[in-house]
């Protein structure tokens, strides 16, 4: 009889261990999968130390926010931005100085030579390994008003407005001078930069977040080019 008792306690002590086990494995979330922008150069920022942290957005007109951790199997080359694939894991009992997210590359969707890329040599990655296909433009309508502190860009489709920081050595507000006819006249235009955050002072400041430009691609009269496409 004791015997008998026994086993009984020990299959209902199995059958509680598999109904957790259970219950574990359906409560787990199957890794996300998503597309994250890489900037081409990293930032300064502080985690346990002073540090260099990657940028990444996950949409392209989204200001750019630190890294703190890392992209499993993703070979960082500075001077070059990236859009890739990725997918993201919540670890259960992480390290006491590590991230709570397990980010593990999938595919490297696209490399594109920076404008700003530094002037020292850098190594490049395999072409036969990255597809070579160059960033789109910025697509948005660009407006300026007599003075320096009314020059803004509109995202096509966006509600808000971004102040506009200008490095093509002035060729961004001479197109505009010769095609808008005068102040606070919106021109479609096509541009190569980044959207970034608005400075903390100046006239930059008043606005949710900066464009800086560093090359027109394309620039003509009116608002029809962000509804033709």
Not at 124 to 137: F, G, H, L, Y
Not at 142 to 163: I, M, V
Request: proline residues 8%; glycine residues 10%; aromatic residues 8%.
């Amino acid at each position: 009889m004791r015997f008998r008792c026994n086993s009984q306690r020990l299959s209902l002590l199995a059958l509680a261990v598999l109904a957790a086990l259970s219950v574990s494995v359906a409560g787990a979330q199957a890794p996300a999968t998503k597309i994250l922008w890489v900037a081409h150069y990293r930032a300064d920022c502080v985690g346990v130390g002073p540090q260099k942290c990657l940028l990444v957005k996950e949409e392209q007109y989204s200001p750019w926010q630190l890294f703190y951790g890392q992209i499993e199997g993703f070979d960082y080359v500075e001077g070059y931005g990236y859009e890739l694939q990725v997918s993201e894991e919540r670890i259960d009992n992480p390290p006491a100085d590590g991230s709570s997210i397990r980010v593990e590359l999938i595919e490297v969707i696209n490399r594109y030579d920076s404008m700003d890329a530094p002037a020292a040599p850098v190594a490049k990655p395999s072409p036969a390994a990255v597809p070579q296909r160059v960033e789109p433009p910025i697509r948005g309508l660009l407006r300026s008003g007599l003075g320096p502190e009314t020059r803004a860009f509109r995202p096509c489709g966006a509600g808000e407005e971004a102040w506009v920081v200008d490095n093509t050595d002035g060729a961004l507000w001479q197109r505009y001078r010769d095609l808008a006819g005068g102040p606070n006249q919106p021109l479609y235009v096509e541009v190569h930069g980044s959207l970034e955050p608005a400075p903390s002072e100046g006239f930059g400041a008043h606005y949710a977040q900066q464009l800086v430009v560093t090359q027109v691609v394309k620039v003509s009269p009116g608002t029809a080019g962000c509804g033709d496409r």
